[in-house]
């Protein structure tokens, strides 16, 4: 028997027993949690899945919300009080249940589906569940993460950032984007405008030269940067070989990171 409401379910494990004697389960692939960003085109956040061996992306578009509670959850930021991922981990660690996976299971009219395989006293539950949630839960209980292969199948193409970026912001080996207030509070970042790494890829100056995914660039060469439009023009109007000092806020803290434009 699955019950639907992930909160319920935890706290009524002890009472109501469970049936376990499930179907077989479908193929599944394990992964990873490889970012988490602002769809451009939408400003939805978005959880972007990748699997361990392939490499094959599965992007699942979530509230704000629980996407706030992932990135929490990612960067290890501590809460003064639990939110409700914290309360769900408290309670399974205190009745001493264990979660032995959670698996993205379906996806139907553009909405996806997820289990929560769960131990307690030796007999098992699934649980369904909203991948947001179950996503949430997974990282607070170090539980891996799968995707069955028909999800994987059947999921949407990721919108390449490339699309909202330039041929000049790329060649520093990063991807971009405004921060926006919504971006801003989604990171828990205290600050009113600057441009956020999205993503750093290796192997290229920026990388090279030490800048990390979620440094929020504030000025290059003592120029205030507020904008991607205006990173655009700054690398563009730069020699090659040029030597670049790009000041970032990276946790609370500004740190200044040199690199040279290839």
């Not at 992007?59 to 809460?79: D, F």
Request: charge should be positive; glycine fraction near 6%; charged fraction near 25%.
């Amino acid at each position: 028997m699955k019950i639907r409401n992930l909160s319920l379910a935890v706290f009524f494990l002890c009472a109501w027993p469970l049936s376990h004697g499930a179907a077989q389960e479908e193929p599944a692939v394990e992964m990873v949690v490889k970012n988490l960003m602002l769809d451009p085109f939408t400003q939805t956040p978005v959880v972007l899945l990748e699997s361990a061996k392939e490499k094959k992306p599965l992007p699942i578009w979530i509230g704000p919300e629980e996407a706030t509670s992932i990135a929490l959850e990612i960067k290890k930021v501590p809460m003064p009080r639990p939110n409700t991922h914290d309360l769900i981990r408290n309670i399974l660690q205190g009745v001493g249940a264990t979660i032995q996976r959670i698996t993205i299971t379906d996806l139907r009219n553009d909405v996806y589906y997820a289990s929560i395989a769960l131990r307690l006293k030796g007999q098992d539950y699934q649980i369904d569940s909203r991948p947001s949630d179950a996503i949430a839960v997974a990282l607070r209980m170090n539980a891996p993460i799968y995707a069955s292969a028909k999800v994987l199948a059947r999921a949407k193409p990721v919108r390449p950032l490339e699309k909202t970026q330039s041929e000049a912001q790329r060649t520093l080996g990063i991807h971009t984007q405004d921060l926006t207030p919504d971006l801003a509070g989604l990171f828990d970042l205290q600050l009113n405008g600057g441009i956020l790494v999205a993503d750093v890829e290796l192997g290229g100056p920026a990388s090279e030269a030490g800048l990390q995914r979620g440094d929020v660039i504030l000025r290059v060469n003592e120029k205030s940067l507020q904008k991607t439009s205006e990173l655009e023009s700054v690398v563009q109007a730069a020699k090659k070989g040029a030597q670049f000092k790009i000041e970032v806020m990276r946790k609370g803290k500004s740190i200044t990171i040199a690199m040279n434009l290839p």
